[in-house]
């Protein structure tokens, strides 16, 4: 079991910054890909960023690219999401999803957290 907690999340301007961070525990040991989803009201959940743990490699979605950045604490168990430049499309709840598995043979495992809201105003 891997618990997830998000955190950072309020409400900010249009062309403001927020950085939410997502604090991993449990059994984490196997985790190789932490990764931020996003939800706005009436709408499908959506891929934001990953970060692989080994290496630190980053991929983003078009809609954040320049604005978003994610980065990772190993030592903390911690993923974390630096909003830039915000404005109305971002305001949804944002989820942090990890994928890891304990050995090459067995399933991989997939946890969330709960949310936590990002409000732009303009």
């Known amino acids: 079991q891997v618990q997830l907690v998000e955190s950072g999340g309020g409400s900010v301007q249009t062309g403001g910054s927020l950085r939410l961070s997502c604090a991993a525990s449990?059994?984490?040991?196997?985790?190789?890909?932490m990764s931020w989803f996003r939800q706005a009201p009436g709408k499908e959940r959506e891929f934001v960023a990953r970060i692989t743990w080994s290496g630190g490699q980053a991929y983003y979605a078009d809609s954040v690219k320049g604005r978003f950045t994610i980065s990772g604490d190993n030592a903390k168990n911690t993923v974390y999401l630096q909003m830039n430049s915000l404005n109305d499309e971002d305001t949804a709840v944002y989820y942090c999803?990890?994928?890891?598995?304990?050995?090459?043979?067995?399933?991989?495992?997939?946890?969330w957290g709960q949310g936590t809201q990002v409000t732009v105003s303009s």
């Open positions: 999803n990890v994928k890891g598995r304990v050995a090459w043979y067995q399933a991989e495992y997939d946890y």
């Open positions: 449990g059994r984490t040991f196997g985790s190789y890909l």
